[in-house]
């Protein structure tokens, strides 16, 4: 990670805080001060510590990638595991009162340790089989930027990229798919649920897998078994409120269900 000077490093902090209080920072105050996107995921990563949420030179075993097609660049943000909740857990509680979306996705756990050598050379099936465990996945989105419209990819990728909250199914066998004909339905509170069915925006869930994999040795560290990635919505991003039910489910995959409870109180 590069080092950060004063100015960015006191994006960090500020980021830091105002994940902690559940508070907002204005966009406008911070425009321009990240030149690339090395610095900004150096602000994401010089946050998660002060948070405690991974030390200075750990790596993170929980991530999220994804893009909005093939065609655009992945962005990969780690994800702190203190805001991750799993099956048999019934409730997920929102780290802030801000208005949450939810994204209904599937993730993928690493079965072996994988070197920055074996990382630069995978094609898609081979990271799928080093892969021990898929789990429905449910992906609540929050902001820390007052306005996030006004805030740049650099400031949002800072902000961990949306990032409020994940929610896993039991870990399940990894089984070959026809994504291209993978049917679900999300259903959130008493809104009809929203059916899906080869839907998601990389065409396979799985096609990440390599870059996301070089993303994480691209310094020379290895990745380590257990490492998760939690890989994009098959049906957009969508308004949840506390005290509501989620029900995901893929077809011949498994459902996922979990009740969203407001944040904490003093």
């Known amino acids: 990670m590069p080092n950060l000077d004063a ?25 321009g001060c990240l030149q690339d996107t090395e610095t900004a995921r150096a602000v994401h990563h010089a946050t998660g510590v002060a948070l ?10 929980l991530w999220k990638s994804g893009a909005g097609s093939r065609t655009q660049p992945l962005g990969h943000a780690a994800l ?20 949450l979306r939810v994204e209904p996705e599937l993730a993928f756990r690493l079965g072996a340790s994988v070197s920055p050598a074996q990382a630069a050379s995978l094609d898609e099936a081979q990271a799928w ?21 006004e805030a740049d990819a650099l400031l949002l990728l800072a902000d961990g990229l949306w990032h409020g909250g994940l929610h896993l199914g039991p870990w399940l066998p990894m ?23 080869g839907s998601h925006p990389l065409g396979s869930p799985s096609w990440l897998l390599p870059q996301w994999l070089q993303h994480l040795t691209r ?16 049906a957009g991003a969508h308004a949840v409120q506390a005290g509501e039910t989620i029900t995901l489910h893929f077809d011949d995959i498994g459902s996922l269900e979990v009740t969203l409870a407001g944040p904490a109180t003093a």
Not at 52 to 61: E, F, H, I, K, R
Not at 129 to 149: I, K
């Open 129 to 149: 089989a080093l892969m021990d465990g898929m789990a429905l996945s449910l992906e609540f989105l929050d902001c820390r930027w007052q306005d996030p419209g």
């Open 52 to 61: 405690g949420w991974w030390g200075p030179d750990a790596q993170p075993s």
């Open 80 to 99: 702190p595991r203190a805001r991750l909740t799993q099956a048999p857990c019934a409730h997920h509680q929102a780290a802030s009162r801000r208005p």
């Open 175 to 197: 089984t070959g798919r026809d994504w291209a004909q993978q049917a679900g339905t999300l259903s959130i509170g008493s809104h009809p649920p929203l059916p899906f069915c």
């Open 219 to 234: 310094h020379g560290q290895s990745v380590t078994a257990g490492t998760v990635v939690t890989t994009g919505s098959w």
């Open 7 to 31: 100015g960015v490093a006191n994006l960090a902090c500020a980021l830091a805080e105002a994940q902690h209080l559940g508070g907002t920072l204005p966009a406008a105050d911070w425009q």
